[in-house]
C-alpha cells in the first residue's frame, strides 16, 4: 500500500509570494490533516479535512487555507508569504482522524 | 490549554543502555495519547496508542505506558538504529493531535 505522499519535496520563495503544497493520502483514507513544523515551535496543527470538509482548524492566520478535492488528495495554500513561514509542513492520512500516517513533507524556505 | 511536555530534550545513551522518556500532559478528556519516531528528513512514524491510565503496550525495545498525568517510552538495550526524534502526542474532543516538542535520542555504538 502506497504511503503519504507530498509534493513538491523542497521549495523556495520569496516574501510575498504564495505557494501551494500537494498531498496524496493513504488509498481509502478520507482525513487529511496539515500541520507545521519548525524546529522552535515543533509540531502545530493547521487543519483538517474530511469527505471535502474542513472539520478543524488551528490557530493560524487566514493566509493559510486548504481544501480537499473528493479523491481525497488535499492541498494547502499560504498566500503573501512571510520568513517565518520557513518550515517543514507535513500532511497526515487517516481512516479516523487519530492514528495519523505522515508523509516526508514539504520544505518551505521563504527568502 | 492543552499541554505537553517532554522530557528530556536531548538524551545520549550507550549501546545497550536502558533508559525512559517522558511526557507529561495537561488536558482535559483524554481521549488518547500517542507515540510518534521522527527521523531526520522524513515524517513522524507512528508508535503506539494509550488510552487509559495503567495501559501498556510493547513493540520490540519499546514499551510505553500511560498515567492519569503522564506516559513514559521505556528503551531497552537500544540499539543504533533506535537514534531518532520521539514525539508524544494527546488528543481530545477536537479530534486534533496536540503535540510535545519531542526528545531526540542518540545511541552511540
Known amino acids: 500500500k502506497a504511503g503519504v505522499t507530498q509534493t513538491p519535496r523542497y521549495l523556495i520563495k520569496t516574501r510575498g509570494q504564495q505557494v501551494t503544497l500537494s498531498c496524496s493520502p493513504i488509498s481509502g483514507h478520507r482525513s487529511v490533516s496539515w500541520y507545521q513544523q519548525t524546529p522552535g515551535q515543533g509540531l502545530q496543527f493547521l487543519f483538517e479535512?474530511?469527505?471535502?470538509?474542513?472539520?478543524n482548524k488551528g490557530n493560524f492566520p487566514g493566509r493559510f487555507s486548504g481544501r480537499q478535492f473528493s479523491n481525497s488528495r488535499s492541498e494547502m495554500n499560504v498566500s503573501t508569504l512571510e520568513l517565518g513561514d520557513s518550515a517543514l509542513y507535513l500532511c497526515a492520512s487517516s481512516w479516523d482522524s487519530e492514528k495519523l500516517f505522515f508523509g516526508s513533507g514539504t520544505q518551505l524556505s521563504v527568502l | 490549554e492543552d499541554q505537553v511536555t517532554q522530557s528530556p530534550e536531548a538524551l545520549r545513551l550507550q549501546e545497550g543502555e536502558s533508559s525512559s522518556l517522558n511526557c507529561s500532559y495537561t488536558v482535559s478528556g483524554l481521549r488518547g495519547l500517542f507515540w510518534y519516531r521522527q527521523d531526520p528528513g522524513k515524517g513522524p512514524e507512528f508508535l503506539f496508542t494509550?488510552?487509559?491510565a495503567g495501559e501498556e503496550k510493547e513493540k520490540e525495545r519499546l514499551k510505553a505506558t500511560l498515567t492519569k498525568k503522564e506516559s513514559f517510552l521505556h528503551i531497552t538495550a537500544p540499539k543504533p538504529e533506535d537514534s531518532a526524534t520521539y514525539l508524544c502526542a494527546v488528543v481530545r474532543g477536537a479530534q486534533k493531535l496536540v503535540f510535545g516538542q519531542g526528545t531526540r535520542l542518540t545511541i552511540n555504538p
Open positions: 494509550l488510552y487509559s
Open positions: 479535512y474530511f469527505s471535502e470538509t474542513q472539520r
